[in-house]
């Protein structure tokens, strides 16, 4: 029981002493000005900060953007050019627009889809994502797909050789997390679809 109670206090010394010269090598000299003065740099940003709900906004103001704001370029199956309104602000709700109605079979819940794609971010307007001219990506089952969910509710009723806009907002998205994307970002996606089954 003494080399027990001994040994406790040994390290509880050791400890303090530790302790206490850690404290004494960051302290400086008093320069009598009665200014402090700073003895290191400050701690970066802890990782438990969490984003504001306006990171991945735009500054614009004015009223939520329709489908119909975001103009879109290109024909079924090329590239398409995706400008986004600096007037107005990003959608808080999924918007769906059909861009060319198909003429196949319709998407539903279960179903399968192959798509392109082409994804811009709505807060710096730049392309970050985009297969076409690749193969297209395979969505199945649509509804519960391993997609964002604003593709599993935004994919269904478009039909085979169809073109549709989406315009997915940050809950329907990445949310605060990003993966890869800013966190809170709005997305803008134009999607043909290639097959629907």
């Known amino acids: ?23 004494a090598n ?24 969490r984003p504001t709900a306006t990171t991945g906004a735009t500054a614009a103001s004015g009223p939520e953007c329709t489908a119909d704001d975001v103009k879109v370029t290109g024909d079924f199956g090329q590239k398409p050019t995706i400008t986004i309104p600096a007037t107005c602000q990003p959608p808080k709700q999924l ?5 060319k109605p198909g003429t196949g079979a319709e998407a539903k819940a279960g179903g399968t889809a192959a798509v392109n794609y ?8 730049k392309e970050v994502d985009g297969n076409f001219g690749d193969q297209p990506y395979p969505v199945r089952p649509i509804g519960q797909a391993q997609v964002i969910q604003g593709w599993n509710e935004g994919l269904i009723g478009i039909k085979a050789n169809g073109r549709r806009l989406l315009v ?9 997390g990003g993966q ?6 709005t997305l ?10």
């Open 1 to 23: 029981m003494r080399i027990a109670g001994k040994v406790t206090m040994v390290s509880v010394a050791l400890v303090a002493a530790a302790t206490l010269s850690a404290c």
């Open 26 to 49: 960051s302290e400086q000299a008093s320069t009598g000005t009665g200014t402090p003065t700073r003895t290191s740099t400050p701690p970066p940003p802890t990782s438990t900060a």
């Open 95 to 99: 918007l769906s627009k059909d861009l």
């Open 118 to 125: 082409q994804l811009v971010t709505w807060s710096d307007k």
């Open 168 to 176: 997915i907002p940050p809950d329907k998205a990445y949310g605060e």
């Open 180 to 185: 890869g994307i800013k966190p809170n970002e």
């Open 188 to 197: 803008v996606f134009v999607i043909d679809a290639v097959q629907v089954s």
